[in-house]
């Protein structure tokens, strides 16, 4: 057993670094009971060190060399916290070859390159740990690691975008449209100066990448993601939601099936008995159905300093154990199955479509035609407004082909008695 204290270096200091130095200090007093062993921040890589010095108690902590960490033998663990491809890849393969340990909270990287950065761990017997890279403080990826292994996962249904949720819960709850919603969530820091990474689904594609391929235990990346955003969701779609018995969420939903593992992010309708229909706000959830454990639902704060250091510092004491025990890197790459990931147009899903039709006679008739015609069923039809000569019809399909549906779309958005098509969402 190793007894000599451990050195960590940290790379970053944004808000997610400064967050972990400042979870490290207030559990100083708890580490060696906990841990059996004193942890000392030894080193901290900023580009700037004079921003950087006014963060920490004694900035001779701080160098803007990666030099200086890499080749500092003492160093036993590194903390990747500045986000991007490179350096930090560059970085995580050098300390991982050099013999030290790597916790990142880098879901750009992972979700790319995870196969690579497990392969470099596997290979140097270290530890690698990415807890913080999916939902930020809630522990998702060492429950579906260790906790739920002995399932066979069907299906995982998140809520991973904090900035979306809030922005989706502030159109339900005070009618807000799209853009003054996405302007407030930016006034409160929630949202980024651009936003389309968050709004269009693609940071939600990132993290329902690595949950699936740990989930299902085959690789899935980024690409293989299909991501589309909550820009073109009105308050009038949301209203209708409504009245239907369900909220609009940006869900994040990977399924094992059969013929090959699905992996979407778009809106959907969902039920509000639905527990994920609750989850509001910059919150974010798990929604996990195993076959032994049945339903389990993971919810917490997905984003911030305090709680996605807590998951960052989480794996750190994890890490500390594991070099005292002489055990690093037992935890390896869960992906030892190559499963097919399914195309687009072989998927089914039920839809909501709004429509902007002329109100007479025989149309709402066409419309369930085309639907039919293409074997997409119908469960729900409502025709609610008019607006000059035009009715609004809203439809809610049955469970029905994605290639089915595309094709029904393409013919209504020929007739000469639809005026557009304002809506097509996914219902969960
Ligand atoms: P951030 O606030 O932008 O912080 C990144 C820090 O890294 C900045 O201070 C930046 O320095 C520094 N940095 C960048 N490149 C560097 C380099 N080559 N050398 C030294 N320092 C460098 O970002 P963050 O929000 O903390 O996010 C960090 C990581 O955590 C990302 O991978 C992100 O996806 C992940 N994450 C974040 C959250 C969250 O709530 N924020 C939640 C989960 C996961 P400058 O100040 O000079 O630019
Ligand atoms: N931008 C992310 C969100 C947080 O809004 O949930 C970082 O993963």
Request: glycine share 8%; hydrophobic share 45%.
């Amino acid at each position: 057993m190793k007894d000599q204290k451990i050195q960590v270096a940290l790379l970053g200091l944004g808000t997610v670094g400064a967050g972990v130095y400042k979870v490290l200090e207030s559990q100083k007093k708890e580490m060696l009971p906990k841990l059996g062993t004193e942890v000392e921040l030894k080193k901290i890589l900023v580009r700037n060190l004079q921003k950087a010095a006014a963060k920490v108690n004694d900035p001779s902590v701080l160098t803007d060399d990666w030099q200086e960490i890499i080749t500092d033998g003492e160093i036993d663990i590194v903390i990747e916290v500045m986000g991007g491809m490179e350096p930090a890849r560059t970085y995580i393969l050098e300390a991982l070859n050099a013999g030290k340990n790597v916790i990142t909270a880098n879901k750009d990287l992972i979700a790319v390159d995870g196969k690579s950065l497990m392969d470099a761990a596997k290979s140097a017997g270290k530890d690698f740990f990415f807890e913080a890279s999916v939902a930020g403080g809630i522990p998702i990826i060492r429950p579906l690691k260790q906790s739920l292994e002995a399932n066979h996962i069907s299906e995982i249904v998140g809520i991973v975008n904090g900035t979306t949720n809030f922005i989706l819960t502030k159109m339900t709850e005070e009618n807000m449209e799209f853009a003054d919603a996405l302007k407030l969530a930016q006034d409160l820091g929630y949202a980024e100066a651009d936003p389309t990474a968050d709004v269009e689904g693609l940071d939600a594609a990132r993290k329902l990448a690595i949950l699936a391929s740990i989930a299902f235990h085959s690789r899935v990346s980024f690409e293989d993601v299909y991501a589309e955003g909550i820009s073109r969701i009105t308050s009038r779609d949301i209203q209708y939601a409504d009245e239907m018995g369900c909220r609009i969420k940006l869900l994040a939903v990977a399924r094992n099936t059969e013929d090959g593992i699905e992996v979407n992010v778009h809106p959907m309708l969902i039920n509000r008995r639905h527990p994920l229909a609750s989850v509001n706000d910059s919150f974010n959830a798990v929604f996990v159905k195993g076959d032994a454990v049945g339903e389990t639902m993971f919810y917490g704060r997905g984003a911030g300093e305090l709680p996605t250091a807590s998951a960052i510092v989480g794996d750190l004491f994890d890490t500390v154990k594991n070099i005292r025990y002489q055990c690093t890197g037992h935890v390896n790459c869960t992906c030892y199955k190559t499963l097919p990931i399914k195309k687009a147009g072989d998927k089914v899903s039920r839809y909501y479509i709004r429509l902007q039709v002329e109100d007479r006679l025989g149309v709402l008739a066409a419309v369930a035609s085309v639907l039919g015609n293409n074997n997409v069923s119908i469960e729900q039809c409502i025709q609610k407004h008019k607006a000059g000569d035009l009715a609004e019809i809203v439809v809610i399909t049955e469970t029905v082909l994605e290639r089915n549906f595309n094709d029904s779309l393409q013919i209504l958005k020929t007739m000469s008695m639809i005026k557009e098509v304002s809506a097509v969402t996914r219902v969960y």
